[in-house]
């Protein structure tokens, strides 16, 4: 387990002439020099993981963040608690374990960018090279998902300050989300803090992967962990857990509208990364000795553990305070504030937590700038913090919408009553994450020989190998389709 929490140090890849290898030593052992030559000469221009248990890692911090602690426990609110939470495990199993299992082995077979991953494979296997699109689509939709998603993450960047200070010791619910209101309603704070997380993000990205920033995952991830469970055990002495649990795991289908099958699907795609690029160009520097589907069930694992953990404790502070479960977007802005405000030292504790939630925003963040920075390294030739600074900069416009959607455009809903920031969250929820991992599940179950699937995935036993078929070909396609075609018939058809 401690070198799951070592720092990852990224080794440039060396390219490889054929002509210098030397034969080799006849006293030496055949099997592991010809590995180690196979493996040498599948390695990214960008660089690898030095440990299997380092990609991990990097996965987990990519699929950790705000999805998690953010977003998960107000949807199921919204979308009536055990039903929505049964449909979202349906979905993380029956769909998101297998297309992420897919996209990691994209990028690991490919070895660059997820655009030009997907193109040599599909030139590989005599495919067309529009399915070069998947590429294309998840570097789109994850710049999207960035320009909202650091609003966010600015919001909990100003928090680290106002629950160090003391500003919310002794609040109750309804203190707490005035000061949320307040805050959200002045365009010059939330573009502040959006602004300088996009800094700091582009700034690290520029440079790569930072070692300061991956000791500091090191450590503050546990710690998320930990200070969850301080949040669950406060709900549970506060008197509001059982009726917290009861909330999230009473099944009462009549409480789930049809709107929230596609919620539940969109999030099992954002808060795995899956669909949008990331976890693809992360799969391009795992290493080669690496299995997929071992690494897959850790990351997916832990990332539900943590939501599950996170609504637990956020749904528990909310029965004690007596605030309702469906407050929307700011749930952990009033709930998180409320339940620090009220333990002892919980000044401290609370601004630690937010700050911890910062850096797995900010884990999140770089990988969603990955595939496009990568791809225009290998296509330009350009420096990467000249390409970062660029993509910074178209994604920093496009978040300014989401920070006006609060206050100064907050009656500017062009379409179905929806803001900018509205827009920007459904279109890559419902549309770019969903048949970007459609694409992917078509692309790798019917135009990949599945010999050479089950090789790359290591899949050996018959059984497995059915079970691979059925759910990537057959459940994940037409799930994602059938609830697709749901959204389209209730929101853009009058239904």
């Not at 002509?19 to 030593?25: A, L």
């Not at 976890?279 to 939501?307: F, H």
């Not at 660029?390 to 455009?409: H, R």
């Amino acid at each position: 387990m401690l070198s799951l929490f070592a720092p990852p140090r990224i080794r440039r890849a060396k390219s490889i002439n054929a002509d210098r290898i030397k034969p080799f030593s006849i006293s030496g052992s055949v099997e592991g020099h010809l590995e180690g030559m196979a493996e040498s000469q599948n390695q990214s221009q960008h660089g690898m993981w030095s440990s299997g248990a380092l990609f991990v890692l990097a996965a987990v911090g990519s699929a950790v963040g705000l999805g998690n602690i953010w977003k998960f426990p107000y949807i199921t609110g919204e979308n009536g608690g055990g039903a929505f939470l049964l449909v979202y495990l349906i979905c993380i199993c029956l769909i998101g374990f297998p297309v992420m299992m897919a996209e990691i082995m994209l990028g690991k077979q490919g070895r660059m960018s997820p655009i030009n991953s997907v193109l040599k494979l599909a030139h590989e296997n005599n495919r067309s090279s529009k399915w070069s699109l998947i590429g294309w689509a998840g570097m789109v939709g994850g710049i999207i998902i960035l320009s909202f998603y650091a609003v966010i993450a600015g919001w909990i960047s100003a928090y680290i300050y106002q629950l160090f200070s003391g500003a919310f010791q002794g609040a109750d619910g309804g203190a707490t989300g005035e000061a949320f209101k307040k805050f959200t309603d002045s365009p010059a704070q939330v573009l502040l803090w959006f602004t300088l997380f996009m800094a700091v993000t582009i700034f690290v990205v520029a440079r790569g992967v930072n070692k300061g920033l991956e000791i500091a995952i090191r450590i503050c991830m546990p710690l998320i962990f930990v200070l969850l469970l301080v949040m669950l055990v406060y709900g549970i002495l506060q008197g509001g857990f059982w009726d917290g649990f009861k909330y999230m795991f009473h099944v009462d289908f009549s409480k789930l509208k049809l709107n929230g099958l596609l919620v539940a699907m969109g999030h099992a795609f954002f808060t795995l990364s899956i669909g949008m690029g990331a976890i693809m160009a992360y799969g391009a520097y795992m290493p080669q000795r690496e299995s997929v589907k071992s690494a897959v069930s850790v990351i997916v694992i832990v990332d539900t553990l943590v939501a599950l953990v996170a609504g637990l404790a956020i749904f528990s502070i909310v029965y004690a305070h007596g605030m309702s479960p469906s407050d929307g977007p700011g749930l952990l802005f009033v709930t998180a504030p409320v339940a620090f405000g009220n333990l002892p030292l919980g000044s401290i504790f609370g601004g630690l937590f937010f700050l911890f939630v910062a850096f797995a925003a900010f884990t999140s963040a770089i990988s969603l700038t990955e595939p496009a920075i990568a791809y225009f390294v290998e296509e330009m030739n350009a420096r990467r913090w000249v390409v970062a600074l660029v993509i910074g900069a178209i994604t920093w416009v496009l978040g300014v919408g989401s920070v006006f959607s609060f206050n100064l455009w907050s009656d500017f809903q062009p379409i179905f009553g929806w803001t900018i920031f509205d827009i920007f969250d459904k279109l890559t929820q419902w549309f770019f994450l969903p048949l970007g991992g459609l694409a992917i599940a078509v692309f790798v179950g019917f135009f990949l020989p599945w010999q050479k699937v089950w090789d790359y995935l290591e899949i050996k036993s018959q059984w497995a190998r059915y079970v691979w078929v059925a759910l990537i070909s057959v459940v994940a396609p037409i799930s994602i389709l059938v609830v697709f075609a749901l959204t389209i018939v209730q929101h853009f058809a009058g239904g």
